[in-house]
């Protein structure tokens, strides 16, 4: 099985680093449209384009099962991407909101992610499907620290403990009994241990990239078992491509999946 991996930019190599987990035995290609993003800046015709063009590419190079490891394209652009191409599809939103439906008890639940993710609706939209009521908070500031490799920072603590504090607030106002938090940015798993500090102990944190790379492997019948050196099966493929900035992708990705990244392909999409 080759799984494509699509993001537009790093972030997406938290889910491919759960992937390689889980299913160690497949190959993997996994495209960072690094020329264009940030999506959140952009109309949802311009990211159903961009995801579709990347998505079109994945499956050219070969891939048989495609993830959609950004939230913005998989808010704003899932059904275009499926209309666009002949195998399965999975975005993050949809297995972040079905991991709460698992985990929460209270039905009522949080969600912390991008100012396009939250500004989209999807989550809130994706749990009201499921019976559960959400509340999304925007949290800017923490992609940023997170690239700047502040994950342990001071600073990055007492942001997350202001935005946590305004969060739990919010629910309060709204009167949840919140027992779940979804992490809806690929980037935010790299803070899952700064942010579980941060919240109160009975809240059950979902990473996002785990819960998509484990709804992955049950529909694919596959399972984890013991990897080889750096988390991953031996012999198990991984090709990279980037639309932009090969250099800063090898070296900022590298951080998001835990191992090396050698070598990269420059792709030309279009605009």
């Known amino acids: 099985m080759k799984i494509g991996v699509f993001d537009s930019g790093v972030g997406g190599l938290t889910v491919l680093r759960a992937l390689l987990k889980h299913i160690p035995e497949a190959d993997y290609l996994y495209l960072g449209d690094t020329a264009r993003l940030p999506y959140g800046a952009k109309s949802r015709a311009t990211v159903a384009r961009y995801a579709t063009s990347s998505a079109r590419h994945l499956i050219a190079e070969g891939a048989e099962f495609l993830v959609i490891a950004c939230n ?112 809806g940015c690929t980037h935010y798993p790299l803070l899952r241990a700064q942010i579980e500090k941060a919240v109160p102990a009975p809240l059950r944190v979902i990473d996002s990239a785990e819960a998509t790379a484990e709804q992955v492997a049950r529909m694919l019948g596959a399972g984890s078992r013991e990897l080889g050196a750096g988390g991953q099966e031996p012999g198990a493929s991984v090709r990279f491509f980037a639309t932009d900035s090969v250099t800063k992708f090898r070296a900022l990705g590298s951080r998001f999946l835990g191992r090396s990244i050698e070598d990269v392909r420059l792709v030309d999409l279009g605009g």
């Open 72 to 183: 913005t394209a998989s808010a704003l652009a899932l059904d275009a991407i499926r209309e666009a191409v002949a195998v399965p599809v999975l975005g993050v939103v949809e297995t972040g909101a079905n991991a709460a439906d698992a985990s929460s008890t209270t039905r009522d639940v949080l969600v912390i992610a991008t100012a396009a993710t939250v500004e989209s609706h999807a989550y809130t939209a994706a749990c009201a499907e499921r019976k559960l009521r959400a509340i999304e908070k925007a949290c800017p500031l923490l992609v940023p620290l997170v690239e700047e490799g502040w994950i342990e920072s001071p600073v990055t603590a007492e942001v997350l403990r202001i935005y946590m504090a305004e969060l739990m607030e919010q629910a309060r106002g709204a009167g949840l009994d919140a027992d779940t938090l979804v992490l």
